[in-house]
């Protein structure tokens, strides 16, 4: 059995894990699947160099080879910033109003996704299984096709996959398209967005799509589309909960919060994530309920992220400003109601105030899946456990059907949703907890490797 290569973005050392938020949900997902499978780790070291020898930095960590290329300013700014981060991140999360379409930044990343092949080519060997992992690198598959590459490569979109009517506004969309269809498997996080793949695959490019079974044909290839929802690592996350640093973050919350409910909001700074929204609905709650400010205190803990690209200032600046608002208005000497902490924390930390939280508050406008949700779950109590409001726009929603389902745009919604959390007995709790926590707990992110390896392995024309 060959080895596993898999080729992102980003690449993150498993001692790096869990320190700082920016490094998202995928880097303790592909570090299990390494572990697994063997193989080499590939992409950017996230380090800024104009040096061109093509140096390719190799080191192991725990189990794991990790390749690294360092990048050019230039590449940085067109590839990272541009292209991927200003164009296809907001038109994946449907806010075309954000979408910047720069015929340079467009070419920066075709160019880095070139340079990734060419450093990447010679570590691959016959048998390996290549796992490409999402948009910053879509057209990578077809790059490596024309290098001659004939292992299995597979695909897997982080983010959701937007309607056709939106996706056709991209300048070129169509020979990105084809370049997915390069691969010989494309995951994605949950049905909704496979569907709108396959639209568009059947509409726009006249392929011919099975919808029972996800086999697209197209011009004498076959390829295989899937959902593949991404789980957490149960194991590792329940392993934390047992450490000092996740009793010790439980217990300072609940000692400075003493008899108020917490409820928690853990988020990467991104637009994407509806925390101005969110706020605007805990500021409804206050207005509707004024004798209930007592009884809550939020806490959102937001580590900023990609902060050279420009909507990100904005959507720190606006967050400061809504949630100064709410606590300038409602703060009394021994209240403040917002909790706002621009920084990350360890996973163990976040267990425990995940613990501590009675209320879980994910509501992303917009979301491929959303791991918070079920570290949230992950991390209660089975006997006491806390509610679950998550947004019916992130992929985990349909997986997590008993949570309290909100539109994240209605501040009215969220405020009920809060109400309801808030008051809601603990049969109800209980009840709605263990019809959501066998899932979390059997389709973890092991499973989930192991499906998409399994699926790959067997998969082509
Ligand atoms: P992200 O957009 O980064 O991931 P998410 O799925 O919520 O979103 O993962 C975030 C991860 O970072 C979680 O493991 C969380 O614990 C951690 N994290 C967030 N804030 C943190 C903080 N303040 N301190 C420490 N850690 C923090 C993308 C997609 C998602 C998809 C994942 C995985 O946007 O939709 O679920 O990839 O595929």
């Not at 949630?323 to 920084?343: C, F, H, K, M, W």
Request: net charge negative.
């Amino acid at each position: 059995m060959g080895r596993l290569v898999v080729i992102s973005n980003r690449v993150a050392v498993p001692k790096a894990r869990g320190v700082a938020g920016a490094q998202g949900g995928l880097a303790g997902a592909l570090n299990s699947a390494l572990k697994d499978y063997g193989g080499i780790w590939f992409g950017w070291s996230g380090q800024e160099s104009d040096d061109r020898t093509g140096n390719i930095n190799m080191q192991r960590h725990d189990g794991v080879t990790t390749a690294t290329i360092d990048l050019s300013t230039r590449d940085i700014d067109e590839y990272y910033n541009g292209y991927a981060n200003s164009t296809l991140w907001p038109l994946f999360h449907y806010r075309l109003d954000l979408t910047e379409y720069e015929r340079e930044t467009g070419k920066g990343y075709e160019r880095v996704n070139e340079r990734f092949a060419e450093s990447v080519t010679p570590l691959i060997e016959q048998d390996d299984l290549v796992w490409v992992h999402d948009y910053h690198l879509i057209p990578l598959g077809a790059r490596l096709r024309e290098r001659g590459l004939k292992n299995r490569i597979g695909f897997f979109l982080h983010i959701p996959w937007p309607p056709t009517r939106l996706f056709v506004s991209l300048p070129f969309h169509e020979r990105l398209v084809r370049t997915m269809l390069e691969y010989d498997l494309i995951g994605f996080q949950s049905d909704e967005w496979l569907e709108s793949f396959l639209h568009y695959c059947r509409k726009e490019l006249g392929a011919e799509v099975d919808d029972a079974t996800g086999v697209i044909s197209f011009e004498g290839r076959t390829v295989e589309a899937r959902a593949y929802p991404i789980g957490i690592d149960w194991e590792h996350f329940q392993k934390q909960g047992e450490s000092e640093d996740a009793k010790g973050a439980e217990q300072r919350l609940v000692s400075s919060t003493r008899n108020r409910c917490a409820m928690i909001g853990v988020d990467r700074l991104d637009y994407s994530k509806g925390l101005p929204e969110r706020i605007d609905g805990i500021g409804r709650f206050f207005d509707q309920y004024p004798d209930r400010v007592r009884d809550l205190v939020y806490i959102q803990v937001a580590p900023p992220s990609r902060e050279d690209v420009e909507s990100y200032q904005q959507i720190r600046a606006l967050l400061e400003q809504k949630t100064g608002q709410i606590n300038g208005a409602r703060s009394e000497v021994d209240l403040v109601p917002i909790r706002y902490v621009n920084r990350g924390y360890s996973h163990a930390e976040l267990y425990g105030f995940f613990r501590a939280s009675k209320i879980g508050l994910v509501t992303p406008l917009r979301d491929g899946m959303n791991l918070v949700a079920k570290e949230y779950l992950a991390a209660q109590d089975p006997k006491d456990p806390g509610v679950l409001i998550l947004s019916r726009f992130a992929g985990a929603a349909q997986q997590m059907s008993e949570a309290v389902l909100v539109n994240p745009h209605s501040p009215d919604d969220l405020s009920h949703a809060i109400k309801t959390a808030l008051d809601m007995p603990l049969e109800d709790r209980k009840h709605r907890y263990e019809a959501m926590v066998a899932t979390i707990r059997d389709d973890n992110v092991q499973a989930w490797t192991k499906q998409f390896c399994d699926d790959l392995r067997g998969s082509g024309d």
